[in-house]
């Protein structure tokens, strides 16, 4: 519009075409076309024409309507085109064969490729994000893999790397592990938490099957070994969306950051096992760290120590170490049992007949229900199939239990505690009969009734304490019916032995 309206200018003053020509850059050829479609009607003594004024008369609209809706339809295409060139196979090629089959009348495939190119610039933008101090690890295994030597045979074995990354101080580590299978995975996490010497409060990763076992854009379902981990470490897990890289791209420069600091400087030198190669990788990591940031005497290692191992978590004193996990029918008798060494654990016992969920290694086992523990036990290696906690068992089973559990030594103790006299009558009362449970349970219940009469007891059992025949019953009812209260009337102390007095053996 600017050179069109310089050309009706300079014509207006009187200039030649050729010197327009000249002054403008325009060809001859379209001022003659320009002044031909704009000169008849003239604009004397009316107001200057608009842009679109101006661009209606002076070009050819038909043309340009065309040119508008082919432009149209080809953007229509690539909203369609741009989520296709993500699938397995499509090219620009297949794209732009389709794209004429439904508009015979399109671009050739170099303008074709042109617009698309525009478009995806346009669409592709990036953001700048902001991480806080001690929020997040981002994690991720490189693509391109390490090699060592087998020392016998002579085969290159190729290993994986992981890399880690504070995106905030911009610390990074790495180790080989030989895959990224579950055990490798669970290694990696316990070097890096070690390593930094603190726990993050989120662990960022991608959609790898180690961690998710169903990807999700809102809300992914993660592996049981990373729910372990985040119990065990007091951090959550998450998961980037899916086929988008660019939610953990500082882990992304990371690794191609380790690539040139690492993979560069051993690339020249031969290692004989996965260990040597893990040895030689900590020296150039240590450096990397160091190195001071472009214009800056500021390494990664130095905002990590000023800024953020403080706002991160404490790190646990154990490594986590995977446990197994099974699923029981809790049993009738309120037991799970383990089918490695054949135990059997007790659970609380309302919760017989459902399923729950059993997490063990070699030194606990843990019972859960809808996610809450119901029970935990300490692992035995013993010949007792058993292993019951009084607190999982009803009050009936608990009192057998107890029963069961009774010593002579223990009511013993118990009944010096309240007094002598309490002690005598519990030692008579022991050495009752031959039933030995029987005489426990007669001990135990004349041993209760000091909660219920408090103090009263001793006073009971001295009142009774000499006699030839005590027993449970005797005891309650005097409590009961408040003798014990009463002075004693006679002194019930035995006739000591004397020569002149006859036994009951004179009167046979």
């Given at each position: 519009?600017e050179q069109?309206k310089?050309?009706?200018?300079l014509k207006?003053?009187?200039?030649?075409?050729r010197?327009?020509?000249?002054?403008?850059?325009v060809?001859?050829n379209?001022i003659k076309?320009?002044l031909s479609?704009?000169?008849p009607?003239g604009?004397d003594g009316?107001?200057?024409?608009t842009?679109?004024?101006l661009?209606e008369?002076?070009?050819?609209?038909d043309?340009l309507?065309s040119?508008?809706?082919?432009l149209?339809?080809?953007?229509?295409h690539f909203?369609?085109?741009?989520?296709e060139?993500h699938?397995?196979g499509?090219n620009?090629q297949l794209?732009?064969?389709?794209y004429i089959?439904?508009y015979?009348?399109?671009?050739?495939y170099?303008?074709?490729?042109?617009?698309?190119?525009?478009?995806?610039?346009?669409t592709?933008?990036s953001?700048h994000?902001e991480y806080e101090?001690?929020?997040?690890?981002?994690?991720?295994f490189?693509g391109?893999?390490l090699?060592?030597?087998h020392?016998?045979?002579g085969e290159?074995i190729?290993?994986?790397v992981?890399?880690?990354i504070?995106?905030?101080?911009?610390l990074?580590?790495?180790k080989?592990?030989?895959?990224q299978r579950?055990?490798?995975?669970?290694?990696?996490?316990?070097?890096?938490?070690k390593f930094?010497g603190?726990?993050?409060?989120?662990?960022?990763?991608?959609?790898l099957?180690t961690a998710?076992?169903?990807?999700?854009?809102?809300e992914?379902?993660?592996?049981?070994?990373?729910?372990?981990?985040?119990?065990?470490?007091?951090?959550t897990?998450?998961?980037t969306?899916?086929?988008?890289?660019?939610?953990?791209?500082?882990v992304?420069?990371?690794?191609n950051?380790v690539?040139?600091?690492?993979?560069?400087?051993?690339?020249n030198?031969?290692?004989?096992?996965?260990e040597e190669l893990?040895?030689?990788?900590?020296a150039?990591?240590?450096?990397?760290n160091d190195?001071?940031y472009?214009?800056?005497?500021?390494s990664r290692?130095y905002f990590y120590?000023?800024y953020?191992?403080?706002?991160?978590?404490?790190l646990s004193?154990e490594?986590f170490?995977?446990?197994?996990?099974?699923?029981?029918?809790v049993?009738r008798n309120?037991?799970?049992?383990?089918?490695e060494?054949r135990?059997?654990?007790?659970?609380?016992?309302?919760?017989?007949g459902?399923?729950?969920?059993?997490?063990?290694?070699?030194?606990t086992?843990?019972?859960?229900?809808d996610?809450?523990?119901i029970?935990?036990?300490?692992?035995?290696?013993?010949?007792k199939?058993?292993?019951?906690?009084?607190?999982h068992m009803?009050a009936?089973h608990?009192?057998?239990?107890?029963?069961?559990?009774?010593?002579?030594e223990g009511?013993?103790s118990?009944?010096?505690?309240i007094?002598c006299c309490?002690?005598q009558?519990?030692?008579h009362i022991l050495?009752?009969?031959?039933?030995k449970?029987?005489?426990?349970?007669?001990?135990?219940?004349?041993?209760?009734?000091e909660?219920?009469?408090?103090?009263?007891l001793?006073?009971?059992?001295?009142?009774?304490?000499n006699n030839?025949?005590i027993?449970?019953t005797?005891i309650?009812?005097?409590?009961?019916?408040?003798l014990?209260?009463q002075t004693?009337?006679?002194d019930?102390?035995p006739?000591p032995?004397?020569?002149?007095?006859?036994?009951?053996?004179?009167?046979?």
């Open positions: 519009m069109l310089q050309v009706l200018q207006k003053d009187g200039v030649p075409i010197e327009i020509a000249r002054r403008t850059g060809s001859r379209a076309r320009y479609r704009l000169e009607d604009n009316q107001e200057p024409l842009n679109k004024q661009a008369k002076a070009y050819d609209n043309t309507l040119a508008a809706g082919r149209a339809d080809l953007l229509r909203s369609y085109a741009e989520k060139l699938r397995t499509v620009r794209l732009w064969v389709e089959e439904q015979p009348d399109g671009y050739t170099s303008r074709y490729c042109f617009h698309l190119r525009k478009f995806l610039k346009h592709g933008v953001m994000l101090p001690g929020d997040m690890m981002m994690i991720d490189a391109k893999k090699r060592y030597t020392p016998d045979t290159a190729s290993v994986e992981f890399v880690a504070l995106p905030f101080s911009g990074i580590f790495c080989a592990v030989p895959t579950t055990a490798d995975f669970i290694t990696c996490i316990n070097n890096m938490l930094y603190a726990v993050p409060k989120t662990i960022l990763c991608d959609n099957k998710v076992t169903r990807p999700c854009r809102y992914p379902v993660f592996t049981e070994v990373c729910n372990q981990l985040s119990e065990h470490y007091q951090t897990f998450s998961a969306r899916p086929y988008s890289p660019r939610d953990k791209a500082m992304e420069r990371a690794v950051i690539y040139t600091h690492i993979y560069a400087p051993l690339r030198d031969i290692f004989f096992s996965l893990q040895l030689a990788m900590q150039p990591l240590i450096k990397l190195k001071p472009k214009n800056t005497v500021y290692q120590e000023q953020e191992r403080a706002l991160l978590k404490t004193q490594s170490t995977q446990k197994k996990v099974s699923v029981h029918t049993q309120y037991h799970i049992q383990l089918s060494n135990l059997y654990y007790s659970v609380p016992f309302t919760y017989v459902k399923k729950v969920k059993v997490l063990y290694d070699n030194h086992v843990e019972v859960y229900h996610h809450v523990r029970a935990l036990h300490v692992r035995k290696s013993t010949a199939s058993y292993i019951t906690q009084p607190e009803p009936k608990l009192y057998m239990h107890k029963v069961n559990g009774w010593t002579k009511l013993l118990q009944a010096e505690k007094g309490t002690l009558v519990a030692t050495d009752n009969s031959i039933y449970e029987q005489n426990y349970k007669a001990c135990y219940g004349m041993l209760l009734l909660k219920k009469y408090n103090n009263r001793e006073a009971a059992c001295k009142r009774v304490a030839v025949r027993n449970y005797m309650k009812n005097i409590l009961k019916n408040g014990d209260k004693i009337l006679f019930n102390t006739i032995t004397h020569d002149n007095i006859r036994g009951a053996g004179q009167y046979q």
